[in-house]
């Protein structure tokens, strides 16, 4: 049994068997999984920050003369329906999609964490009230909500990151409550409200140093989602508005021109089906780096 302290420095500092820094940092190294979808993501990053300096095709110029054209030293994507250039298009797009991703989920974790920790720590109708709300948001597909909330607020990037943040939050608000409900009932939390440490003070150095790593594997599963969730909100006419290049907005022309252009869908297919798998495995690698029971 935990011996009460008598002072505040006598509090333990010991949290839930976190995996070191260091030692989560070599278990990650040594997940090849992991390591991969690193790779892939970076990859796409690196394209997305670099596409104002690179020397690219204005990706909103037409081109009569070249219009549908297939793959060529011109053109190593080919062009679209407009003689737009795909590579320039596709890497322009990327911005958009990772933008959403990154974007939405720093919303669904700005607003779901808070709610969570309140919901875990204090209990009582504060748990019951978010908890219910929570749970009435999970009731709906993700998918669903996102949609039902970005044509509510009105077709734009903008509005569309909203949305998907919103619809993610009760994920997150979910995760963090289970957390805490755990964290709250350790000796070395009794032990700092025993000798009187303030309730921020708590959750600050005790409670939520415990609920960032799950919340950190859920974000980056989660960044996958919401890319998806983009595209198929840009497919629908509800998220990057032409000419701005956006993977799903390119996907929803693309279907008109399946039979007579058909590297117009492939390509964003392709780039959507890469960087949501490298996001899906580096939450992988992440979640075992971070797991103090693996080895």
Not at 59 to 80: I, N, Y
Not at 155 to 173: D, H, Q, R
């Amino acid at each position: 049994m935990t011996n009460i302290p008598t002072t505040d420095t006598a509090v333990a500092d010991t949290v839930l068997d976190r995996p070191s820094e260091s030692r989560a940092w070599r278990k990650f190294r040594s997940h090849s999984i992991g390591k991969a979808g690193a790779f892939m993501v970076a990859f796409f990053v690196i394209l997305a920050v670099l596409a104002p300096v690179l020397p690219l095709q204005d990706p909103v110029a037409t081109d009569w003369g070249a219009v549908r054209k297939s793959p060529s030293f011109a053109h190593w994507l080919g062009t679209d329906e407009i003689g737009r250039d795909l590579l320039s298009r596709m890497i322009w797009g990327a911005r958009a999609s990772l933008l959403a991703g990154v974007v939405s989920v720093a919303i669904a974790v700005i607003l779901g964490v808070p709610l969570g920790i309140l919901a875990g720590y204090f209990g009582g109708w504060t748990d019951a009230v978010i908890s219910r709300c929570t749970e009435a948001l999970l009731a709906m597909p993700f998918l669903i909500l996102a949609i039902a909330l970005a044509a509510f607020l009105g077709p734009s990037l903008t509005n569309a990151m909203l949305a998907i943040g919103i619809a993610a939050m009760p994920v997150f608000i979910r995760i963090t409550r289970g957390q805490v409900l755990t964290v709250a009932a350790e000796d070395y939390v009794e032990s700092a409200r025993a000798v009187g440490l303030s309730t921020p003070k708590i959750l600050r150095r005790y409670v939520l140093p415990n609920v960032l790593p799950p919340i950190l594997v859920q974000a980056t599963l989660t960044v996958a989602t919401a890319i998806i969730a983009e595209a198929s909100l840009s497919f629908l006419g509800l998220g990057q508005q032409p000419p701005s290049p956006s993977w799903g907005s390119m996907l929803n022309t693309a279907k008109n021109f399946l039979s007579q252009a058909p590297w117009m869908a492939l390509w964003p297919g392709i780039a959507i089906f890469i960087v949501v798998l490298g996001f899906n495995l580096l939450g992988d690698g992440l979640r075992d780096a971070l797991d103090p029971r693996s080895d």
